[in-house]
């Protein structure tokens, strides 16, 4: 409001203040498109036939709707020599994300809890310690992780693409939590301790009831990072268990003979769609986590 | 140890001693096994590349030592040239290029307008997106044949020639072009917090001094986002070295190597060439440069928050 009076002395040359907003609007509008038009090609192109597709405009709207591009990209498309689309492959990204997320942010629920309410000596150490996992380049790791999959039997694997989300994951969900938590005060945890309560009391009906916030931060973070994550699946996972982005990867590289634009455009949006479908519904706790975690990492 | 803890400590002795000497260190024991995987698949991991880097390995590690051979044949290596003048073309573009854009709208978007949640999740929804998927997108639209070049030629510009992609000189910007598309809104959301944090107080002052509107921001509430800037520096860097997977989706490293990165270079030495030593090599450089540039600004946050 005081910035509103604050803008206010500057606008007293009216005609020329409402010819800048309209210039304003105008750039903000131009961006918008900006960011929009490869989503839009991308949904007009997978509903276009390829005669469409050559003979038509890269941003025209398709003139005679067809659904077979997305059929195709579902069931039948070719990754690599298998032709069932990317269906097996969501499902692979199921699997992988489900428990990866469910058990990184445990983990990191618990360690923030310990970390900050139940400080001992050398925690902080271990914080540090802990949190250098979010910055290093995870090709550091890509060549001894693939040889310690191997020993444990879990090379080519979906639960060995989960151990390896977990692990890099615990740096970024303890952050989350801990930075969380440093800011609620200690005094219910002292109450709590007095009237007898012990640790994991503690934490289930206090400190996971009161985090509900981080807890949505947090997954929807380790989500969208696990999901998109495309170097521990291309490196780890064989043509079986690969997740949806290599799949995409592979439906586009290896289409022999005709390039199939609209198969292709089908399938990067069905990919996509999980995490855009969450950024939508939860743009806020995104957003949040976003410049929690990338400015740490 | 507080009274607290003390007592605590008494009321579990009744349960027998054993319970007691879990009870009291429980926080060290459930943060143990987070610890112990850090220690091995991040400390560990770490040490073992280095280690690596150092020896003769070829196909399978081999543990003797050799110096700095595999340094010393990295830097013989033409295709390693190519990453990393590719990773200051396409980092300092695409640092440049999302600073400028994710500047100006925060500033746009800080005026007060209407549908700002709106267009605010617009201009970030491509954050939430794979790389694959936007590097699958922007692979069709600027095709040579059908994509862009075909809807400027149907403008009329017949002579229009749009072959970034498939130029060895040019394929590399198209990497920046998809880059800068995709994280630029992370920018602008970045310092458009960082607007909303500044005190109104200060407009209002430089307004009744007679400041116009752009000069309060270059003058006064730019400089005072320094913090903001460093860490959208610090994050888009980081983005820009680990760089994989819009290269691989976009181009695949390609016309040839021509848009390969460091990332993309050691992935091609560990699993296509085989070369582990080179690899790791290579891993060592990238973790070093991100080092460089994270434990400066770390050391600067931590001593700023201490202050």
Known sequence: ?297 | MSTQARNRDLAAAGRGHWWAWIDARLPQIVVAPSLAASLLFVYGFIAWTVYISFTRSGVLPRYDIKGLLQYERLWDTPRWYVAIENLFVFGGLFIAGCMAIGIILAILLDQRIRAEGLIRTIYLYPMALSFIVTGTAWKWILNPGLGIEQLVQGWGFTGFEFNWLVDRDMAIYTVVIAGIWQSSGFVMALFLAGLRSVDDEIFKAAAIDGASLPRIYTTIILPALRPVFLSALVVLAHLAIKSFDLVIALTGGGPGVATDLPATFMYAMAFQRSELGLAAASAVMMLVTIFAIIIPYLYSELRGARR
């Open chain 1, 1 to 297: 409001m005081i910035a509103g009076q604050a803008h206010g002395i500057v606008r007293q040359r009216s005609l020329f203040t409402a010819f800048l907003r309209a210039g304003l609007f105008l750039v903000l509008g131009l961006f918008a498109l900006y960011y929009l038009l490869p989503l839009f090609v991308m949904l007009a192109t997978s509903f276009k036939s390829l005669e469409e597709i050559r003979s038509g405009s890269l941003i025209a709207l398709p003139r005679a709707i067809t659904f077979a591009p997305w059929v195709s990209a579902w069931k039948s498309a070719c990754v690599g020599v298998q032709c069932e689309g990317l269906r097996p492959y969501m499902l692979n990204s199921v699997a992988m994300v489900a428990p990866a997320v469910a058990i990184s942010t445990m983990l990191g629920a618990i360690n923030g809890f310990a970390l900050t309410k139940f400080r001992f000596p050398g925690s902080n150490a271990i914080f540090a310690l802990l949190l250098l996992g979010c910055f290093i380049p995870f090709q550091v790791v890509l060549l001894p992780m693939a040889r310690m999959l191997g020993l444990m039997g879990l090379a080519g694997s979906i639960p060995g693409l989960v151990l390896v989300h977990v692990v890099y994951g615990i740096a970024f969900t303890t952050l989350f939590f801990r930075n969380f938590l440093v800011g609620i005060s200690d005094s219910i945890v002292h109450a709590a301790r007095i009237d007898g309560a012990g640790f994991f009391g503690i934490f289930l009906r206090i400190i996971v009831p009161m985090s509900l916030p981080a807890f949505v931060v947090t997954v929807i973070w380790q989500f969208t990072q696990i999901w998109n994550d495309f170097l521990f699946g291309v490196a780890f996972t064989t043509s079986v268990s690969s997740p949806v982005t290599v799949a995409l990867n592979n439906l586009v590289a290896s289409s022999t003979g005709v390039k199939e634009y609209n198969v292709d455009m089908a399938a990067a949006i069905i990919a996509g769609l999980p995490t855009l479908l969450v950024y939508v519904l939860a743009g806020k706790y995104f957003i949040r986590g976003l410049s929690a975690g990338a400015v740490k990492g």
